[in-house]
């Protein structure tokens, strides 16, 4: 029993290394954004696209005209209990993450809820956002 467990310890960061890629991969994609706004409720919708740059995943968001590049990363939560992917971003000089769920829709692509915010500081009302996968985008 002993020589079991030793063996699982030994294999579990390779388990938590594939499932780090498999999300990598999977939230690769154009994405149509529906969100509100941080600390409001009004609205608002654009574009994402999340792709890979030399095993990085970077971020282009595109709401009314605007275009603002940030970073994202497969990361751990909740003490190593779950994985999230965390988008980070600037907007007008002001810093904002987002800590995002990533589940697949009826046809197995990722499907992206967020919430929006802006680090080390509190709020009552995080902005919200969803990326469903563009199947119109080329």
């Known amino acids: 029993m002993k020589r079991t467990i030793a063996i699982l310890l030994i294999l579990f ?3 938590c290394s594939a499932e780090d890629n498999f999300l990598h991969m ?4 154009k994405y149509i954004l529906v969100g509100k706004v941080l600390d409001s409720n009004a609205t608002y919708h654009g574009k994402v696209e999340i792709a890979d740059n030399k095993g990085k ?10 275009c603002t590049k940030g970073i994202a990363a497969i990361e751990s939560a909740l003490n190593g209990d779950a994985k999230v992917l965390r988008i980070r971003f600037k907007e007008s000089e002001i810093n904002f993450e987002q800590t995002c769920m990533v589940g697949s829709d009826l046809d197995n692509y990722a499907r992206i809820s967020c919430y929006l ?3 080390k500081i ?5 902005g919200l956002e969803v990326l469903f996968y563009d199947h119109t985008a080329k």
């Open 13 to 15: 960061p390779f388990f």
């Open 26 to 29: 999977m939230v690769q994609g």
């Open 57 to 66: 995943l970077v971020v282009v968001r595109e709401i009314n005209g605007r």
């Open 117 to 119: 915010y802006q680090p």
């Open 122 to 126: 509190r709020t009552m009302q995080p």
